[in-house]
């Protein structure tokens, strides 16, 4: 089988030098399938929206169009395919868009996958610029899509409850850890990456693009309410780059900055973070929707306790092994930071738990199941 996998938002990652969520479940699906297809004799063609698409790991992509927001309207609003689709249709049996840029292509069945409806539910989450309209568009493409790929059960009844999807056309694949997660930093490396960042070992360490579903004012607010020695001891360390809707945001975190008690270190790249991952007190992670919540078992990977979120899909990847907060509770976030730097034997086990839950997840195993739903889709 001939198999088209998109990667717009990996090459949009590569371009600009730091990958997201989504850009890392396409370049790991992409590895996957690509161990596998040369067992199975299946063969994949990258793709990808816009110009000067990047050399990646699987090549450079070939152009499904210029612009997508272009596509996009002339899909959902005249119901137009895209204008090359007798030329995909030659190439490929089966179409997979890994990202939301999902199009629409003239006799070539799609598999789609969607990590989450926050869109939908939260439009106040997302950016500003014409959102109604996004959400609209970003619905009508998930509807004409022949399959669909989430990433957890949670995920799926969201999408069976509110876009009216019937189950059997949804499927789960969970995500995988990158194994040079689960490597142990050399302790002179983890030394210099602390020394170049002015920490020390205890910080409370939060990683992710700032946008508000991510919950930082009230991470901030719960640190707050720390005794100030505390503060001063394990001060909150943010890594992300700035998102979006942060007007009021950014002005506590220079004052945090300037009190001694946190920094903001923007994007640092991946083997800063698994160092610093290997140094918190704990990676602290109360975010208000996810679908998923790869960090978490990225940190679990680092053997760094977690404080997490009691809600949405965050528990079904967590199980027992995070410290578990009603993350609109200030005084739930609080307690569980204090209460994980107090507790050894209680913050030993859930290490230990999380190193367990951890090895659950695989790359390798989350593209099995895909290709499994590609034999599926075409009969």
Not at 130 to 141: Q, V
Not at 189 to 199: E, F, I, M, P, S
């Amino acid at each position: 089988m001939k198999i088209g996998l998109s990667c717009t938002v990996w090459a949009g990652g590569e371009r600009a030098g730091h990958l997201d969520g989504i850009g890392t479940y396409s370049r790991a699906l992409w590895g996957g399938l690509n161990d596998l297809t040369q067992q199975t004799g299946d063969q994949l063609i990258p793709y990808a929206f816009g110009r000067d698409l990047p050399h990646m790991a699987c090549g450079t992509p070939r152009q499904l169009a210029e612009r997508f927001p272009v596509h996009a309207l002339l899909s959902g609003i005249l119901k137009l395919p895209l204008a090359n689709s007798r030329a995909i249709a030659g190439e490929v049996e089966l179409f997979h868009a890994t990202d939301h840029h999902i199009p629409r292509i003239a006799g070539v069945p799609t598999v789609a996958t969607v990590m989450d409806v926050i869109p939908m539910l939260h439009p106040e989450w997302i950016k500003n610029d014409l959102r109604s309209l996004k959400s609209w568009l970003f619905k009508t493409a998930i509807r004409k899509a022949d399959h669909i790929i989430t990433i957890s059960e949670y995920s799926k009844q969201d999408m069976v409850e509110h876009l009216g999807i019937a189950p059997s056309r949804i499927s789960v694949t969970p995500l995988g850890v990158e194994p040079v997660y689960f490597k142990r930093i050399d302790a002179a490396h983890k030394q210099a990456v602390l020394d170049k960042h002015g920490l020390k070992p205890g910080f409370f360490l939060f990683v992710g693009t700032l946008q508000p579903r991510k919950n930082l004012p009230r991470i901030l607010q719960a640190f707050k309410q720390l005794p100030a020695t505390v503060r001063q001891e394990h001060p909150l360390v943010i890594v992300g780059r700035d998102g979006w809707n942060n007007e009021e945001l950014l002005p506590q975190l220079a004052a945090l900055q300037q009190q001694g008690e946190g920094r903001w270190l923007s994007y640092l790249p991946q083997d800063e973070v698994m160092a610093l991952l290997q140094s918190a007190a704990a990676l602290t992670f109360p975010s208000l929707y996810e679908g998923f919540g790869l960090p978490v078992i990225e940190a679990f990977a680092a053997q760094c306790p977690v404080l997490a979120s009691n809600s949405t899909s965050v528990p079904e990847v967590a199980g027992e092994a995070s410290w578990a907060v009603d993350p609109y509770d200030v005084d739930s976030i609080s307690s569980a930071m204090q209460a994980l730097l107090e507790q050894d034997a209680l913050r030993e086990e859930k290490v230990r738990l999380g190193l367990e839950r951890a090895h659950q997840y695989t790359w390798k195993e989350c593209a099995r199941q895909t290709l499994e739903i590609y034999r599926q889709v075409r009969g």
